[in-house]
């Protein structure tokens, strides 16, 4: 299983960005999905979830800002961030919880992270 985000980059302070995690491999299902950030000296932090239902909870500095969202039949999790600002600079990581099938056809679940996104907000 690999998660591959994706959508990072630079942009203004106030404008938007949109991330994508998509969830490749051997799957058949998918619990939790969430997004995190790591800024530069600063320990990994919960951007939101979503569950597999769709409920979604958020930290409180982005409540407003940023929508977590997801595509159960497509395998993809996404962040929009709206009204950025400079604080939000960070390198992003997606992160889910999931079912896949061995090389022996066993199931397994497990915990992922994706490969990090750099966002950059210029003040």
């Known amino acids: 299983v690999q998660l591959q985000a994706s959508g990072g980059g630079l942009v203004q302070a106030g404008g938007s960005l949109r991330l994508s995690c998509a969830a490749l491999?051997?799957?058949?299902?998918?619990?939790?999905m969430g997004w995190y950030r790591q800024a530069p000296g600063k320990q990994r932090e919960l951007v939101a979830t979503?569950?597999?239902?769709?409920?979604?909870n958020y930290a409180d500095v982005v409540k407003g800002r940023f929508t977590i969202s997801r595509d159960n039949a497509e395998k993809m999790g996404y962040l929009q961030m709206n009204r950025l600002r400079a604080e939000d600079t960070a390198t992003y990581y997606c992160?889910?919880?999931?079912?896949?099938?061995?090389?022996?056809?066993?199931?397994?679940?497990?915990?992922?992270w994706g490969q990090g996104t750099l966002v950059t907000v210029s003040s």
């Open positions: 491999g051997r799957i058949f299902r998918i619990d939790d």
């Open positions: 979503i569950s597999s239902g769709g409920s979604t």
């Open positions: 992160n889910a919880d999931v079912g896949s099938w061995t090389e022996d056809r066993s199931p397994v679940m497990g915990r992922y």
